[in-house]
Nanobody, 126 residues
Framework: QVQLVESGGGLVQAGDSLRLSCEAS????????MGWFRQAPGKEREFVAG????????LYGESVKGRFTISRDNAKNTVYLQMNSLKPEDTAVYCC???????????????????WGQGTQVTVSS
């Protein structure tokens, strides 16, 4: 069973940048689409970004489009989320997830992902 561990979160000011990492162990992510989701207190889990297994295609949630960039390094079994121009409304726990199906197209619903990390807290102050 693959394990996903996120890192890179923290407390920053509005306008700052952060780079999150999601490292996989005990299994591979090489053949799988990967996604980043976030959840703020009292809100539903929200799709942030996704990347196809090859890295050729990405997809972003409307609220982060143009500010966040997802990438992956399959040799390192790691996915990244570069977050620029952070806003207070970006405050949430950010989790990475692996798609259920190998070589799948991009999904945005959490039900299509079956391996999740514990998450890393991102707090953006105004």
């Amino acid at each position: 069973q693959v394990q996903l561990v996120e890192s890179g979160g923290g407390l920053v000011q509005a306008g700052d940048s952060l780079r999150l990492s999601c490292e996989a162990s005990g299994g591979t992510i090489r053949k799988y689409a990967m996604g980043w989701f976030r959840q703020a207190p009292g809100k539903e889990r929200e799709f942030v970004a996704g990347i196809i297994w090859s890295g050729d295609t990405t997809l972003y949630g409307e609220s982060v489009k143009g500010r966040f960039t997802i990438s992956r390094d399959n040799a390192k079994n790691t996915v990244y989320l570069q977050m620029n121009s952070l806003k207070p409304e970006d405050t949430a726990v950010y989790c990475c997830a692996r798609d259920r199906i190998v070589y799948s197209l991009l999904h945005t619903s959490p039900v299509d992902f079956d391996s999740w990390g514990q998450g890393t807290q991102v707090t953006v102050s105004s």
